[in-house]
């Protein structure tokens, strides 16, 4: 009895010009947002590319430690064609003197003057219009018949009410479910086919739970239409129901969480918590450049300062070798003191961050009878683009920075930039030069035959100031590094099974909700007036 | 007989039950809305205390208003100060304070208010803009079609009431009805909003009357749609147009311009503009070493002076490439904007930026203020250097100290003079348009919205001529 009576339903939805208005509506949104983001995605893919040959070229290039900057880079996440998610930067470069956190360079185009982040995904299109869509078509699944008569004569039949509406709504339920597995399945051959290089097997099972989940989606939203249908006899009433309750849904609910109670539970906690990462960082900005010990200082000696072509020695101080060791000191000061307060700094942001992963699990909680949240938020666990997926981001590459310290821990890899030119340049005048005096004379010329250094060598004598020369190519080998082997960073991705096992609470409820709404519709039209 | 209509019109959808939800719907957001805003604009004005008084240390300090100083570091800040325009929206899309140094314009847009980054925020522009136009498009969508089934529609035309009467009383009562829900329910936001924050003005108070003024052609606009729609056949099909209609203009639209603005006038990456931007600046610096040929003659101080100058120039070219950047933000910008303007949600947007001298208008502005206040500045260090034979080379210290000095002890070439406006570093007051002309371009904002109603009024008022309501 249930099929030719799920036969009938589809064929009457089938005919109502309605249906065909919204499966239109629908499709040409999906057609249109898919091709946006492929396109999109195409755009991060190339950028990829670029950054890993720079990268590379880097690497191979690079002659002393001065000029590696090593980048973590993260492959696109294909997903994003379905759910933007969590906005995760795509590279960062290893700076090691500055704590790696969410706040360091992207390379990303973002528009310095106004910054809207779109949202407008497949999954914005699920939770925001097939919501609409369902609640549409199925306002009047139950009233309606009632209206037309239909229903009277079916319950002449010899006919359980369970079934009736079991009918109806699977007859809903297989309809848009339908409308939206052949343009999502279609858009999966088509990322399959244009995207080879990119794809995993993860990929695909993903792609199948968040099909999966856009079921349950589905059959909770037939469910509350149907069950708003029962709730009274007039379609126009029920109409207007349904259109509060998707407002209610989709906008007011979750705004008001977010922006009026959310605010008051945790505004002090984050304000804190944030008060504490710029604490550390300012501590480490204060020991960087404030509480350096004199014997530490570089201001105290000489630089070699260059600017285009010229450059020039202030060595009246101190001299060479004093001044060299004067830097190992401040090398030494700002790996010991200095270090351990990004680490520091680095702790307090995760701790942020921990807070709000917590923030949006009790949001999820809170709205266990809302799909639109829950599904926002499960499926950007799935897809990689979330939260949790930025702390891992950023985990293995302070992994990865730790491994290259750890390498070869040298001054070097302290400096700051700026004084990173000096070895630069004296390596490349020791690689080319050989002849001691043609070194000096070379240095001479650069410096203009003015400045300190001549003052410097006047006072010392051409003699000594020789003697420091040949003490620096003696130390040649000093610059003259071994390069420590790299490995190209890899992006860790959550296994199926961890995001699974992190989920199913969530996912428990879902489901759990979906029955108590199939019991409460059940009851509810056992007690419907069919006259 | 016309005004027994009108009354008929207004008490029937009085007692419509869409009407009472929406009814209470709208109370319950306006309330939340003052609560909510309140809550905003209270943090908001403590982030923005917070810089002025981490500001009025730096200069209670001294040491960060020597010229020195002053040259180093980026001290110039000018700053749209919150106001009460956070009850309609919080325009937090667009920076609040642009950071530069006080020789060029380099500028660093900063953004106070970074925070959680929804699409719907809960203000007024939230329920003037988004659900009044739903909810003005849901009460009118059967306005003609009902009348049509009960069978009234018949009678009141062989009591010989034209037809154009008919629908211009439904029209007019829809628009009444709209006041009726607006005007109580707004005020009462905005006098607890008021209360709330504890600021009253009386220009923020004509403010939002003016904007519950400009919206009514907004509304106009949705219930002539609302009226057209319900003259067609089916009625429960129509309900479905509507819905998408509505979505198309309040979210499709403005997020598929920005989607489309940045494939079509993209920018470039941070990295590679920081690329360009070093790149313009080495260029220029090895052109003049090339150019230099006797710098062997040069007396050291000459020597830096020319250097230094040199230094000058390419930080010039530097900031030129960084001009030509924000150009091309702006461009993105201003496409985003072009693109969305289609839909009237957006034009409300831009009208009330207007209104409140906020987001993209003022952004204008804003940079306009700061090249203005770097050239006063500039000139007065000047005039303040000529008086002080130790600071003869304001200009060309600049680059010293910038490129060439880490901060020696005791000996530095300048003066330890103190600037003696530090209260120019600070600005919050922003020019803007005066009134007429402002008025003259909100009204010229309004044409395209002045021109859609009147296609529409035009459509609806012929069909309804020709509607067959036997």
Request: charged share 20%; with cysteine.
């Amino acid at each position: 009895m249930l099929i030719p009576l799920l036969e009938h339903e589809l064929q009457n939805l089938l005919k109502s010009r309605r249906i065909y208005l919204t499966v239109t509506m629908f499709l040409l949104l999906f057609a249109t947002v898919f091709i946006v983001r492929a396109i999109d995605f195409q755009k991060q893919i190339n950028q990829y590319n670029d950054d890993v040959m720079l990268n590379d070229k880097d690497l191979r290039e690079a002659t002393n430690y001065s000029q590696i900057k090593p980048r973590a880079i993260q492959k696109p996440i294909i997903f994003s064609i379905f759910n933007e998610g969590f906005k995760i930067p795509r590279v960062i470069t290893i700076q090691y003197y500055e704590p790696i956190t969410n706040t360091m360079t992207l390379n990303e185009e973002t528009n310095l003057l106004y910054n809207e982040s779109t949202q407008l995904d497949i999954t914005f299109l699920i939770t925001f219009f097939l919501s609409l869509f369902i609640l549409l078509i199925s306002y009047d699944s139950v009233n309606g018949e009632k209206q037309v008569g239909t229903l009277r004569i079916l319950m002449t039949y010899p006919l359980k009410r369970q079934s009736f509406i079991l009918k109806k709504t699977l007859g809903v339920f297989f309809f848009v479910a339908l409308t939206f597995t052949i343009p999502y399945f279609l858009s999966i051959m088509g990322i399959t086919y244009h995207f080879v290089n990119v794809l995993s097997l993860n990929f695909f099972l993903s792609a199948i739970f968040y099909w999966f989940l856009v079921m349950l989606f589905i059959m909770f939203f037939s469910l509350l239409g149907i069950f708003i249908s029962c709730c009274t006899t007039n379609p126009n009433r029920s109409l207007v129901y349904c259109l509060l309750v998707w407002i209610m849904f989709s906008i007011v609910l979750p705004i008001s969480w977010d922006y009026i109670i959310a605010p008051r539970l945790y505004n002090d906690t984050l304000t804190q918590l944030s008060q504490g990462y710029r604490d550390k960082i300012m501590q480490a900005q204060r020991i960087m450049y404030n509480d350096v010990p004199d014997e530490a200082n570089i201001n105290l000696v000489g630089h070699m300062n260059w600017s285009g072509r010229h450059f020039f020695y202030e060595t009246n101080v101190a001299g060479w070798k004093a001044t060299h060791e004067q830097h190992h000191r401040y090398q030494m000061y700002i790996y010991e003191n200095y270090f351990p307060v990004t680490r520091d700094a680095e702790q307090a942001y995760d701790e942020i961050q921990r807070k709000r992963i917590y923030m949006e699990n009790v949001r999820n909680w809170v709205f266990f009878y809302n799909p639109i949240v829950l599904f926002n938020s499960l499926s950007a666990q799935i897809t990689g683009n979330s939260r949790e997926d930025l702390l891992r981001f950023l985990h293995t590459t302070r992994e990865l920075r730790d491994e290259l310290v750890n390498l070869g821990v040298s001054e070097e890899w302290l400096l700051d930039s700026r004084f990173f030119i000096m070895y630069e340049l004296e390596t490349d005048v020791m690689y080319n030069i050989t002849d001691q005096y043609d070194l000096f004379m070379l240095i001479y010329e650069y410096a203009g035959g003015h400045g300190p250094l001549e003052d410097f060598f006047n006072e010392i004598g051409e003699e000594r100031a020789v003697g420091y020369l040949q003490e620096m190519v003696s130390q040649q080998e000093r610059y003259n590094m071994v390069l420590p082997r790299f490995r190209r960073y890899e992006q860790p991705i959550y296994t199926f099974s961890e995001i699974f096992a992190r989920i199913l609470q969530y996912l428990v409820v879902f489901v759990v909700s979906i029955l108590v709404l199939w019991v409460m519709t059940w009851r509810k039209f056992l007690g419907f007036d069919v006259r | 007989m016309n005004q027994i209509i009108l009354v008929k019109d207004i008490r029937l959808m009085f007692k419509d039950l869409k009407f009472q939800i929406f009814f209470l719907i709208l109370v319950v957001l306006f309330i939340l809305s003052a609560i909510s805003s309140s809550v905003s604009f209270i943090s908001k004005q403590k982030s923005f205390q917070n810089e002025r008084n981490r500001f009025n240390d730096l200069v209670a300090d001294g040491q960060h208003i020597q010229l020195i100083q002053l040259l180093q570091n980026r001290m110039l800040m000018v700053a749209s100060p919150p106001s009460p325009a956070v009850l309609f929206s919080e325009y937090d899309n667009y920076p609040d304070i642009i950071n530069t140094g006080i020789m060029f314009y380099e500028p660093e847009f900063s953004n106070n208010n970074i925070g959680l980054r929804r699409m719907f925020r809960l203000n007024w522009l939230f329920i003037l803009g988004m659900i009044m136009g739903l909810m003005m498009l849901i009460m009118s969508f059967e306005a003609i079609s009902q009348e049509k089934r009960a069978g009234t529609l018949r009678l009141l035309t062989i009591n010989g009431v034209k037809r154009q009467s008919i629908i211009w009383h439904k029209y007019i009562s829809y628009l009444i009805l709209y006041l009726i829900v607006i005007i109580p329910a707004s005020m009462t936001s905005m006098i607890l909003f008021f209360a709330l924050t504890g600021t009253w003005s009386m220009t923020f108070m004509l403010k939002f009357l003016l904007i519950i003024l400009i919206s009514i052609p907004f509304a106009s606009f949705f219930v002539w749609l609302g009226i057209f729609i319900s003259m067609s056949k089916n009625h429960r099909n129509t309900i479905v147009m509507v819905m998408f209609i509505w979505a198309f203009f309040v979210v499709i639209v403005p997020q598929a311009a920005i989607i489309i603005a940045k494939q079509v006038s993209s920018i470039k990456t941070v990295i590679e503009y920081r690329e360009i931007r070093e790149q313009a600046r080495y260029d220029e610096m090895m052109r003049q070493a090339e150019e230099e040929n006797d710098i062997m003659s040069l007396s050291f101080e000459d020597f830096f002076a020319l250097l230094a100058s040199n230094i000058n120039v390419a930080d010039e070219k530097k900031n030129q490439a960084l001009q030509r950047e924000i150009e091309e933000n702006m461009r993105q910008t201003r496409m985003i904007r072009g693109i969305a303007g289609i839909s009237p949600f957006m034009q409300f947007v831009n009208i009330s930026e207007i209104v409140f001298d906020k987001g993209f208008y003022l952004l204008n502005f804003q940079q306009e203020t700061t090249k203005q206040a770097i050239n006063q500045i500039k000139n007065l260090m000047i005039e303040q250097d000529s008086r002080d034979e130790t600071s003869h080379n304001l200009l060309y210290s600049y680059a010293y100290v910038q490129r060439l000095v880490f901060n020696r002890r005791g000996e530095t070439p300048f003066s330890e003079e103190l600037f003696e406006h530090p209260h120019l570093l600070f600005v919050t007051e922003i020019e803007t348009d005066d009134v007429p002309s402002k008025i003259m371009e909100i009204l010229m904002k309004l044409i395209p919205i002045l021109v859609l109603n009147l296609v529409l009024m035009v459509g609806a008022v012929g069909k309804f001529e020709r509607l067959d309501i036997r």
